[in-house]
């Protein structure tokens, strides 16, 4: 572990007897890649500064949008670890340049349509303090539509590195990894353009241990002009089988329609039964602006407020 990740916060220790004791968080490394996403970026950077985490380093990596993007910046730029908006070679290529400038010692990155719930990384920080064992973790997935309303669930089975190697259902923007596990299996590859969190996942899962937590880490967002909605039924289903070959990985044929089955039915009585789950009200229908805190000494406020189902 580099010399910068090993400094991390500390802060007052809340409810300790002695007024002077202190915890000790782990500073967690957040990437956002962000090409021509005005009409959602300044959400996905509120989401991620209104943690209110003292720990944070939020690297964003612009491609040089010709949008409103910077002007929706603009008002976070202090924020920022690390900011640059540039030509890239595409969001794979953004996001391991990302890291590459990533101090911390648990690492994840957030796409610019995408937003982390309230409460997250309170939540993965003390999970990752309590469970030493575990390398990294993921969520079941909340699907939110252009305008914040929550549309959808995947509601996950345990991990099993058997189901998840084969079959892509860890919903990306809901993971968190510790820093050895990224210096000992690698950064993404960016020869990928769609499968590129796939590829990293199996990879990681061959050399850590995996846990789904029954939480809700974020929330992924459907929109006409998303990548998953556009790029799945082709460049989705070359690279899926590409990943497939690149580890040897046997699929039973109708494996996967099963899990998306199970899926299905655990998120329909999930719905049904109004169960509780951490991160988020029971139910769909409503808006995260419900849930979000209100909070202005957490953020600064612009002028600006503004893959798919199994």
Same mark, same amino acid.
């Given at each position: 572990?580099?010399?910068?990740?090993?400094?991390?916060?500390?802060?007052?220790?809340?409810?300790?007897?002695?007024?002077?004791?202190?915890?000790? @968080?782990?500073?967690?490394?957040?990437?956002?890649?962000?090409?021509?996403?005005?009409?959602?970026?300044?959400?996905?950077?509120?989401?991620?500064?209104?943690?209110? !985490?003292?720990?944070?380093? +939020?690297?964003?990596?612009?491609?040089?949008?010709?949008?409103?993007?910077?002007?929706?910046?603009?008002? !976070?730029?202090?924020?920022?670890?690390?900011?640059?908006?540039?030509?890239?070679?595409?969001?794979?290529?953004?996001?391991?340049?990302?890291?590459?400038?990533?101090?911390?010692?648990? /690492?994840? !990155?957030?796409?610019?349509?995408?937003? &982390?719930?309230?409460?997250?990384?309170?939540?993965?920080?003390?999970?990752?303090?309590?469970?030493?064992?575990?390398?990294?973790?993921?969520?079941?997935?909340?699907?939110?539509?252009?305008?914040? %309303?929550?549309?959808?669930h995947w509601i996950l089975p345990r991990h099993s590195n058997y189901l998840m190697?084969?079959?892509?259902?860890?919903?990306?923007?809901?993971?968190?990894? %510790?820093?050895?596990?990224?210096?000992?299996?690698?950064?993404?590859? $960016? *020869?990928?353009?769609?499968?590129?969190? +796939?590829? &990293?996942?199996?990879?990681?899962?061959?050399?850590?241990?995996?846990?789904?937590?029954?939480?809700?880490?974020?929330?992924?967002?459907?929109?006409?002009?998303?990548?998953?909605?556009?790029?799945?039924?082709?460049?989705?289903?070359?690279?899926?089988?590409?990943?497939? *070959?690149? +580890?040897?990985?046997?699929?039973?044929?109708?494996?996967?329609?099963? @899990? *998306? @089955? @199970?899926?299905?039915?655990?998120?329909?009585? +999930?719905?049904?039964?109004?169960?509780?789950?951490?991160? &988020?009200?029971?139910?769909?229908?409503?808006?995260?602006?419900?849930?979000?805190?209100?909070? $202005?000494?957490?953020?600064?406020?612009?002028?600006?407020?503004?893959? /798919? *189902?199994?």
């Amino acid at each position: 572990m580099t010399p910068a990740a090993m400094q991390n916060t500390n802060v007052p220790s809340v409810g300790a007897a002695d007024p002077s004791a202190s915890v000790v @968080l782990p500073r967690i490394s957040i990437v956002t890649p962000s090409f021509n996403q005005g009409a959602f970026i300044e959400r996905t950077v509120r989401s991620v500064i209104e943690q209110g !985490y003292p720990a944070l380093e +939020y690297i964003v990596m612009d491609g040089g949008s010709t949008d409103d993007t910077l002007e929706r910046l603009e008002p !976070y730029r202090n924020r920022f670890a690390h900011f640059e908006s540039r030509p890239d070679g595409g969001q794979s290529a953004a996001v391991a340049d990302g890291f590459r400038h990533a101090t911390g010692d648990l /690492m994840a !990155y957030l796409n610019s349509d995408d937003v &982390l719930l309230p409460g997250t990384l309170s939540f993965v920080a003390q999970f990752f303090s309590r469970n030493s064992d575990v390398a990294f973790i993921y969520s079941h997935r909340c699907i939110i539509d252009a305008n914040d %309303r929550v549309v959808g669930h995947w509601i996950l089975p345990r991990h099993s590195n058997y189901l998840m190697e084969r079959w892509d259902f860890i919903p990306q923007e809901t993971c968190f990894w %510790r820093r050895t596990l990224f210096e000992e299996a690698g950064n993404l590859d $960016p *020869s990928f353009a769609f499968a590129m969190d +796939y590829d &990293l996942f199996v990879r990681y899962m061959r050399r850590g241990r995996f846990k789904r937590v029954d939480r809700f880490l974020a929330a992924f967002r459907v929109h006409e002009n998303a990548k998953t909605t556009r790029h799945m039924a082709t460049i989705g289903k070359q690279e899926i089988a590409k990943v497939r *070959s690149k +580890y040897g990985l046997q699929i039973v044929p109708g494996g996967g329609k099963a @899990l *998306s @089955l @199970l899926v299905r039915l655990q998120s329909g009585i +999930y719905n049904r039964l109004r169960r509780r789950v951490g991160g &988020l009200p029971p139910g769909k229908g409503f808006s995260l602006d419900t849930v979000r805190p209100h909070d $202005p000494s957490n953020a600064i406020r612009g002028d600006h407020t503004r893959r /798919m *189902s199994p």
